[in-house]
Each structure stands twice: as C-alpha cells, then as structure tokens.
C-alpha cells in the first residue's frame, strides 16, 4: 500500500523559509514525484517536481526560491521554500504517480495527473 505522508508546514513571516518532508512507504520507483498546492478558492496547482532521476522542475512563480530534491536512501522527497511571500499560503501535498516504470522528463511531470497523494501539510505566509 502507497503512503506519502507530508510534514514540515506552518506559519511563517514574508520572506521566511520552510521545509516540507514527504515520506514514502509501499513503494521504490515512481516515474514523477512532487508538490502540489491549494489555496481556498483556487485550484490546485503543480508547484515542483522531479523525475525518475532527480531532475526537478518548477511552476514559474516558485522559480528560484523553492527546491524539490529526494534522499532516495530515506525514499523522501524535500521542499525547501524561501523568500516565501503571502501568496504561497496554500495547503501543499505531495504526490507520485507511475508510468508502468518508464521514464518521463521532469517538465513533463508538472502536466501529469498523479495517482497517489498525501494528505497535505498547511503553510500560511503573513506579510
């Protein structure tokens, strides 16, 4: 059985930083891993991913501030937000899906729906 359970969220003043944590259990590979995020009344977006080998993507609002890496000893996937601003308040998750073991480029990974997601962790930015 698939888990991803996310921790690390809270509250934090603009420019601020967090890490958020995403432990996976009940498998070893997935094609795409990542970090999506909702704000009331917003859809969710896709904010920064990896593929099958490490290599990240990122949504343009993040650009530069956030990086997704995983320790794959610990098979945990890591968000490193900085200069955070207001508009990042959102709830953040963290999700993974398999393409039957194939492959797919990180910037692919940020199009994909994905099949298993964890239950969200909050981050609220106050300015």
């Known amino acids: 059985q698939v888990q991803l359970v996310e921790s690390g969220g809270g509250s934090v003043q603009a420019g601020g930083s967090l890490r958020l944590s995403c432990a996976a259990s009940g498998y070893t590979y997935s094609s795409c891993m990542g970090w999506f995020r909702q704000a009331p009344g917003n859809e969710r977006e896709a904010v920064a991913v990896?593929?099958?080998?490490?290599?990240?993507s990122y949504t343009d609002s993040v650009k530069g501030r956030f990086t997704t890496f995983k320790d794959n000893a610990k098979n945990t996937l890591y968000l490193e937000m900085n200069s955070l601003k207001p508009e990042d308040t959102a709830m953040y998750y963290c999700?993974?899906?398999?393409?039957?073991?194939?492959?797919?480029?990180?910037?692919?990974?940020?199009?994909?729906?994905?099949?298993?997601w964890g239950q969200g962790t909050q981050v609220t930015v106050s300015s």
């Open positions: 990896i593929d099958s080998v490490g290599d990240p």
């Open positions: 999700a993974a899906v398999d393409f039957d073991g194939r492959w797919v480029p990180a910037a692919r990974c940020l199009l994909y729906e994905y099949t298993y």
